[in-house]
């Protein structure tokens, strides 16, 4: 009798081939299941069809699509649950200001991400992250 454990599965966007193929090669060695989306509009329409359990998003795509993607999925009653890390070539205070600036601007109170990293991120640290998100760290 064998049990099959359902793997986590872990939505990757980003707009740069190379950083797919690292996350979803890093995925897929630990035992998560990778969905990829290469742009904003792909990873809305990726988090509402297969509801990952943890989204990890490059804010630094091109036209503001990853901030955009973030406020989205944070305004959205069936998404807003699902952790996101944030990965940016920016130095998270260096952001979180930015985040700060623009909900003063429009009024609308982002939530801060559940985790953000560093572009490019280390390995260890991603996958850290992923498991204290999810609660299995070990």
């Known amino acids: 009798m064998s049990l099959k454990t359902e793997r986590k599965k872990i939505l990757i966007v980003d707009d740069e081939t190379d950083m797919i193929i690292f996350l979803s090669t890093l995925m897929e060695t630990h035992g998560f299941e990778p969905i990829i989306a ?46 996101v890390i944030m990965l940016s070539a920016l130095p998270d205070k260096v952001f979180l200001h930015y985040q700060k600036f623009r909900s003063s601007i429009s009024g609308i109170t982002i939530p801060e991400p559940e985790a953000y990293l560093e572009n490019p991120p280390e390995a260890e640290k991603v996958i850290r992250a992923i498991r204290k998100l999810l609660g299995k760290e070990k």
Not at 41 to 64: F, W, Y
Request: glycine share 6%; proline share 4%; aromatic share 2%.
């Open 38 to 83: 290469g742009n904003s509009k792909q990873g809305l329409h990726k988090a509402a069809d297969e509801r990952p359990d943890c989204i990890i998003l490059d804010i630094m795509m091109s036209k503001e699509e990853g901030i955009s993607l973030y406020i989205s999925l944070k305004k959205d009653e069936q998404l807003r649950d699902i952790p």
